[in-house]
């Protein structure tokens, strides 16, 4: 099992930037894809970008694409979601998810196993 926790999140004006933080317990966390999901009120969770074991392969949600950037660093058990030009629409609550048993990176949250407890993101206009 792996228990996941993030921070970074927080009130930001709009074109600012912010990172996130995923830290994982366990020693597996380089067999884990690791993913992140934001969920803004009244909507549906939705996937935000993914990240491979090895960190060579990347996937963005177009609405997100050529502004954040994902990340991790295996020594660390740790995944990163680097923010930038941040807009209103970007504030969600933010969750980091973890899958192993996975054959490639995968956009649907049901195929998650583990969810942190989520960080909250407000962009100010």
């Known amino acids: 099992q792996v228990q996941l926790i993030e921070s970074g999140g927080g009130l930001v004006q709009a074109g600012g930037s912010l990172r996130l933080s995923c830290a994982a317990s366990g020693r597996t966390f380089s067999s884990y894809v690791m993913s992140w999901f934001r969920q803004a009120p009244g909507k549906e969770r939705e996937f935000v970008a993914a990240i491979s074991r090895s960190g060579v392969s990347i996937d963005y949600a177009d609405s997100v694409k050529g502004r954040f950037t994902i990340s991790r660093d295996n020594a660390k058990n740790a995944a990163y979601l680097q923010m930038n030009s941040l807009s209103p629409e970007d504030t969600a609550v933010y969750y980091c998810?973890?899958?192993?048993?996975?054959?490639?990176?995968?956009?649907?949250?049901?195929?998650?196993?583990?969810w942190g407890q989520g960080t909250q993101v407000t962009v100010s206009s």
């Open positions: 998810a973890a899958v192993r048993w996975s054959s490639g990176l995968t956009r649907v949250a049901g195929d998650y196993d583990y």
